[in-house]
Every structure is written in C-alpha cells, then in structure tokens.
C-alpha cells in the first residue's frame, strides 16, 4: 500500500475515532511524522480547550516526550520531522541548555509540566487539573 500523500510505500497506519466516526490514514514515515507534529502542535494549543481528560497513546506520548527533551537540550523547539525524530533518542536527564527566552523557558515548563502528568497518569490533564500547570 503506498502513502495517500505520495508515492512511496506507507508504514504508519493511523487509526482514528471522532465522536463515533473510524477514519484511517496510510502514510510513508515522513508524512506520518508531519501529521504527528501537527497533532501536537494541536494537542499543545488545545489541550486547555479539552472538556474532558483524554488518554494518551504511545506515540503522541513519545512525541511530547521527544519535544521536551530536544527542547531542554538545545534550548529550542524542533523544527523538522528530523529532529523531532532526534528529540525521541534524547535521554530524559539530558543537561539543560540556558533558556534566556522567557517565552521558549514557559513553554518548556508548560510540556515539561504535561509530560510529567503523562507519564504519571497515562492521559491528558482534565481541565480541572490544569489549575496545577504553570
Ligand atoms: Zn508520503
């Protein structure tokens, strides 16, 4: 089977269900790992906008995780499928690089905040529990 966005073979099979409706995407590993960046781009902005607390899958978890991490060691957010890729083979105690930025520094701890919680309780933060983010 070859990706619906071009003509190399798929190997990410995404399966997924909104309010009751199944869809499934065919990708090839680069454009799987752009609809992962947007995923999360969009889980970022909106996780505030989330009624409810959602649970979080093994790749959007590794994604977040990846973000974090490429952030804490260079001090900036990926910015191509390869080095968001990078960021998932980047250790969790990896040294801090200096975040003069207060912006960039926000959003570090924002994620960093959210991966903890991920990792602890598997899901996304309800709105209720987002009173402990920063
Ligand atoms: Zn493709």
């Keep these: 089977m070859n990706c619906e966005l071009c003509d190399k073979r798929a190997t990410i099979h995404i ?3 909104d309010e009751g409706v199944k ?12 609809v992962e960046m947007v995923k999360y781009s ?4 909106c996780v505030q906008a989330s ?9 959007t978890m590794r994604t977040f995780r990846g973000g974090r991490n490429f952030l804490r ?4 957010m990926p910015e191509s499928a390869e080095e968001w890729r990078e960021g998932q083979t980047i250790p969790d105690d990896v040294p801090m690089a200096v975040i003069e930025d207060p912006e960039v520094l926000r959003e570090f ?12 309780r598997g899901r996304m933060p ?9």
């Design 15 to 17: 399966c997924e269900i």
């Design 42 to 45: 969009y889980e970022v902005n």
């Design 51 to 59: 009624p409810v607390s959602t649970t979080v899958s093994k790749s």
């Design 23 to 34: 869809s499934e995407k065919h990708l090839c590993e680069e454009h799987g790992q752009q």
């Design 73 to 76: 060691k260079y001090g900036r």
């Design 109 to 120: 701890r924002r994620l960093d905040a959210l991966v903890s919680f991920m990792q602890l």
């Design 126 to 134: 309800s709105r209720d529990e987002l009173g402990d983010f920063p």
